[in-house]
């Protein structure tokens, strides 16, 4: 069994999203802790680059992403939760969850 947690900042960014997208949010955590990552794929999550993957919401008033990474004992930290706005994921975005992962490490 897997454990989604959700760094600090990460949360209030979750929180701002539409309740839909909250809702696909948790639908994702949920299919991760019980099958783990590697049996989960797209369309719900999907690799970005290093040890950085991504839950994919979609919802209607848009799409949005979180950004997590695998860590020590079968957890999964949500590092950056964000509503997108472009085709790619922004660099910002990934520079935002690698420094939070640095810091949680």
């Known amino acids: 069994m897997?454990?989604?947690a959700i760094h600090p900042k990460?949360?209030?960014e979750l929180q701002a999203l539409p309740a839909d997208m909250r809702a696909r949010f948790l639908r994702i955590a949920e299919?991760?802790?019980n099958f783990g990552p590697q049996q989960v794929g797209?369309?719900?999550v999907r690799p970005l680059q290093g040890k950085l993957w991504e839950m994919r919401m979609q919802g209607r008033d848009g799409i949005a992403?979180?950004?997590y990474a695998a860590m020590?004992?079968?957890r999964l930290l949500v590092l950056h939760v964000f509503t997108k706005?472009?085709?790619?994921?922004?660099r910002k975005a990934l520079e935002t969850a690698r420094k939070r992962l640095e810091s949680a490490a």
Do not use: D, I, N, S
């Not at 706005?85 to 922004?90: E, I, M």
């Open 72 to 74: 020590h004992g079968r």
């Open 2 to 4: 897997w454990a989604v």
């Open 85 to 90: 706005k472009t085709q790619a994921t922004p």
């Open 10 to 12: 990460a949360e209030a």
């Open 42 to 44: 797209l369309p719900h």
């Open 31 to 33: 299919l991760l802790e």
């Open 65 to 67: 992403r979180a950004v």
